[in-house]
C-alpha cells in the first residue's frame, strides 16, 4: 500500500505570494492533518480534516488554510507569505477507527524570501 | 495544558549497544495515546512504537521498547542494539482525544550511533 504523498516536495516563495501544498493520504485513510515544523517552534499542529470537515485547528492565523476532497486528499493554502513561514509542512493520514497513530508524508519544505 | 518533555537535546551510543530516551509528560487526561517517531536525515517521520495509556503492559516492537510508568507521566525509549540506521531525531508525541488528531510533540532528542 502507499504511503502519504505530499507534492510538492521542495517551494520557493516570495514574501506576500501565495502556496498550496497538497497532500495524498494512504488509501482508506479519511483523516488528514497537518504540522509545521520549524528549528525555533518544533513540530506544530495547523489543522485536522475529516470526511472534508475541518475537525480542529491549531493557533495559526488565518492566512493559513485548508480543506479535503472526496477522496480525502487534502490542500493547505497559506497566503500573503511572510518570513517566518518557511518551514517543513508535514501531512499525516490516521485510519479511522484505528490506534490512533498517524503515518507522515515525507513533508514540503517552504523557502520564503 | 498538555505538554511533552524532552530533556536530553542529544544522546549518544555505540553500535550494538543500548540506548534510552526520556519522555514526561503533562495531562489531565485518564486515556491517551503516547508514540516515539523517528525522523532521519531524509526528514521522513517514521513511527516507531505507540503505547496506550490504558495497557499496563509496555510496549515492544523488535529492537524497541518502552517504559510506561503512567504514575509518573513518564514514557522512555530503549533501542537495544543500536544500528548505524538508527541515527535520527526521535520525537515523543501525545494525543488523548477521540474526536481529533492532534499530535503534541516533544522538542526531540537528536541520537548519534557511533560505529
Known amino acids: 500500500k502507499a504511503g502519504v504523498t505530499q507534492t510538492p516536495r521542495y517551494l520557493i516563495k516570495t514574501r506576500g505570494q501565495q502556496v498550496t501544498l497538497s497532500c495524498s493520504p494512504i488509501?482508506?485513510?479519511?483523516?488528514v492533518s497537518w504540522y509545521q515544523q520549524t528549528p525555533g517552534q518544533g513540530l506544530q499542529f495547523l489543522f485536522e480534516?475529516?470526511?472534508?470537515?475541518?475537525?480542529n485547528k491549531g493557533n495559526f492565523p488565518g492566512r493559513f488554510s485548508g480543506r479535503q476532497f472526496s477522496n480525502s486528499r487534502s490542500e493547505m493554502n497559506v497566503s500573503t507569505l511572510e518570513l517566518g513561514d518557511s518551514a517543513l509542512y508535514l501531512c499525516?493520514?490516521?485510519?479511522?477507527?484505528?490506534?490512533?497513530?498517524?503515518?507522515f508524508g515525507p513533508g514540503t519544505r517552504l523557502t520564503v524570501t | 495544558a498538555q505538554t511533552v518533555t524532552q530533556s536530553q537535546p542529544e544522546m549518544s551510543v555505540q553500535e550494538a549497544e543500548t540506548v534510552t530516551l526520556s519522555c514526561t509528560y503533562d495531562t489531565s487526561e485518564s486515556d491517551y495515546y503516547l508514540f516515539w517517531y523517528k525522523q532521519p536525515p531524509s526528514r521522513q517521520m517514521i513511527l516507531v512504537i505507540r503505547q496506550e495509556a490504558y495497557k499496563q503492559q509496555n510496549a515492544t516492537e523488535n529492537r524497541f521498547s518502552v517504559n510506561f510508568q503512567k504514575a509518573a507521566k513518564s514514557f522512555s525509549l530503549k533501542i537495544s542494539d543500536s544500528q548505524l540506521g538508527d541515527a535520527a531525531m526521535y520525537f515523543c508525541a501525545y494525543t488523548f482525544d477521540s474526536a481529533t488528531n492532534k499530535l503534541i510533540f516533544g522538542t526531540g532528542t537528536l541520537l548519534a550511533v557511533q560505529p
Open positions: 499525516a493520514s490516521r485510519l479511522t477507527g484505528g490506534g490512533y497513530e498517524q503515518y
Open positions: 488509501s482508506g485513510h479519511r483523516s
Open positions: 480534516y475529516f470526511s472534508e470537515t475541518q475537525r
